[in-house]
């Protein structure tokens, strides 16, 4: 009898185990690491929504997660996610989801009611009102003769506005406040003990529309106009600002790190604040799997940076041998319709300095050291010569048009200080003639070609099955 129920738990715990993977089938392996459909389909959703430009298909997608697979898996290869700079980066991105879920949702919303009810509670049921004002400034120290003249020009505007002068206009002309005088005398929405006390009593005295006569407070002479007047918005309404408002102000922040503290005691200082969100990571992204692929894709980003970073992107952009052979033989692709010119125009304070600097320069052929050139013989000890050296194209400065591709009626627009204008260089019709002529362009193709060559060899290191069966019911389950 035992012997058959042993056999009934082994044959149940098959059928659960196909279950499990009929539920969420493989997809694809990569270098033997099993892709579930789940996983894959919480990045290609991710990567295809409705504003994405290029979107792809399910089969164009798989291609491209298997490149992305291979590159992880080579980056793991080589302990890339053992270095310091990515476990702090990943820690802290990682962190930044972890933490604020081990605060219990009911003591974060215990906290949005607390604040709520100390709103009432300083409202004493009165409403929130929105006023808007003119102030005359009066200085602490004024005398007895400013003060007088104060009043009188807060009497003055007063009355304009009394005999039909619009009271937002004096605001923005005449109000010392200049933060509200900007938005017409406006103020925020306030409530009792906001503001000064003088200030508020004559405020809760009118009604929306009403406009009140000149008042001494501290500060000097006020007019109020009240704007608008309102209850408190019930909780419900008010629950999204109200927890975006503590999120800002650190609170939740606050109740994560009490959180780690209560976890820890219950450790029993056993483990660090690292070790703990360790294990809270796991925990959480056991109970939540699109959670754990978010982490997942935190992580497999980061190093797939590092990887392109030090294996790809860092090596090709210096390799000026490799740069400029790529070059020379895509040159075709460089080609342009428009004139170029390659080289520099300069501005000089005196005249007899352009025919000089022209000759030093030409004299030169290397380029690269024209501006270093200008600086050791003219500009030493102030800047008698100004530069501009790059690559122009036809039609898009003045100064190059008429002097170099000499397009008449082009005005020449000299520098404040440098009015004589020279030039030195080359005009290139058909393309560039150097592969720094259109460095930035030839640097990102060859990293890419760079990138295609790594592809390729990692090809041949790591094996991709693709199960094109269960591809076939991504999103379709």
Known sequence: MKKLFLISCALLSSLLSVAQKEADP????????????????????????????????????????????????????????????????????RDMQIRPLLVPEVVIEQQCQDYYNGMLEMLEGKDLIRPAHILVMVSQKASPQEQEAKRQLADSIYNAIVQGEDFERLALEKSDDTQSAREGGALPWIGPGNTLQEFEDVAYSLQV??????????????????????????????????????????VHER??????????????????????????TERLCNENQELKYLVKEYHDGLLLYELCSTQIWEPAKTDTLGLEKYFKTNKKQYQWDTPHFSGMMFYCKNQEDVKTVKKLLSKEKDDSK????????????SVMVRMDKRLFVKGTNNNVDALVFKVKNTEIKAIDGYPYVGFVGKILKKGPAKWTDVGAKVIQDYQKHRENEYVEKLRKQYLVVINEEALSTVNKH
């Open 26 to 93: 493989v997809v694809m392996t990569v270098a033997n690491e099993p892709i579930t459909r789940s996983e894959f389909e919480y990045n290609f959703n991710k990567n295809n929504t409705e504003d994405v430009v290029d979107k792809k298909t399910v089969r164009e997608y798989a291609d491209l997660y298997a490149i992305y697979k291979m590159k992880v898996r080579a980056a793991l290869d080589a302990k890339m996610d053992t270095i310091s700079s990515f476990q702090k980066e990943f820690k802290h991105y």
């Open 255 to 280: 109740l994560a790190s009490n959180a780690l503290d209560s976890i820890s005691k219950k450790y029993a200082g056993k483990y660090t604040t690292e070790q703990i969100l360790d294990i809270e």
């Open 370 to 381: 024209w501006i270093s050139l200008v600086r050791e013989h003219y500009n030493k000890d």
């Open 209 to 250: 529309g009403e406009m009140s006569k000149p008042f001494l407070s501290p500060v000097g002479y006020h007019i109020i106009k009240m704007l608008d007047r309102k209850q408190l918005e019930p909780f419900d309404t008010l629950h999204p600002q109200i927890h975006r408002f503590m999120e800002q102000r650190g």
